[in-house]
């Protein structure tokens, strides 16, 4: 089932989507959650940060499993997805750093990585929360459109409009990954609750396609229509088409 939130505006987004974390943590403390990087969530985590700096919620008992890292840049990296991680939220709430989990991504053996991530996830039990953005092309962690998708965490060749994307981040399109780990498909729908979250004009067509568009793995978002429990929270731009 999906529950179509829309907000008026950056404050509601971010005070909506920290409000919904900050509920399971009160009501679960040992709560896990699923992570995601980008542009998207980052007002969240921002409020989050407030929430917990003010006393409403902690993170002490709770632990973290990101969707996704780039292959080949060390951990320390400015634009790795562990370093997003910390700078953005871990390192100003009080979870334990080593209850939050990231693919590794500079591992001499990426296939051996992504094995060790999806029996890391498997130990976990199920994730209580998982976190989404949206990419422009329908996917979700990295699992990028294609004919056939893959369940657990796995090795994706990151598509070119991906890596032209996320190129504002570093200094030139060549020094952006060819390649990252990311949670499957598979690993995404066992999460108990999703909480996917996208923000502007840009988006708007993408998320019609993924919300009311045929479930096809040419836009693997289109695969949360099969969820028992979606919250897709919206601004007004990118909810204009549903
Ligand atoms: C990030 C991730 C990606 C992003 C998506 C949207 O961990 O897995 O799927 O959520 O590319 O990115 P933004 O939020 O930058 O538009």
Do not use: W
Not at 33 to 55: C, D, F
């Amino acid at each position: 089932m999906i529950n179509i939130i829309k907000v008026n505006n950056e404050q509601q987004f971010n005070e909506t989507g920290a409000g919904i974390i900050a509920s399971l943590l009160q009501s679960k403390p040992r709560a896990i959650l699923g992570l995601a990087t980008g542009s998207t969530p980052v007002g969240v985590y921002g409020k989050l940060i407030e929430l917990y700096l003010e006393g409403v919620v902690s993170f002490k008992q709770a632990s973290s499993y990101n969707l996704d890292e780039y292959i080949g840049l060390p951990a320390n990296h400015p634009e790795s997805y562990r370093q997003f991680m910390n700078d953005k939220l871990f390192n100003h709430i009080d979870i334990l750093l080593e209850n939050t989990h990231v693919p590794s991504g500079n591992a001499v053996d990426p296939d051996k990585a992504a094995a060790d991530y999806s029996e890391l996830l498997e130990n976990a039990g199920q994730i209580d929360l998982q976190l989404l953005g949206l990419g422009h092309n329908g996917h979700i962690g990295f699992n990028e459109p294609s004919d056939e998708l893959q369940g657990p965490p796995h090795i994706v060749t990151l598509d070119e409009r991906t890596r032209q994307a996320n190129a504002r981040f570093f200094k030139s399109i060549d020094e952006v990954p060819t390649h990252a780990i990311t949670m499957g498909i598979g690993s995404i729908l066992h999460a108990k609750q999703i909480l996917l979250m996208a923000k502007g004009a840009d988006k708007a067509e993408i998320v019609a396609q993924a919300l009311k568009g045929p479930i096809t793995t040419q836009c693997p978002a289109s695969f949360l229509q099969t969820h028992p429990n979606v919250v897709v929270l919206l601004d007004q731009a990118a909810g204009r088409l549903v």
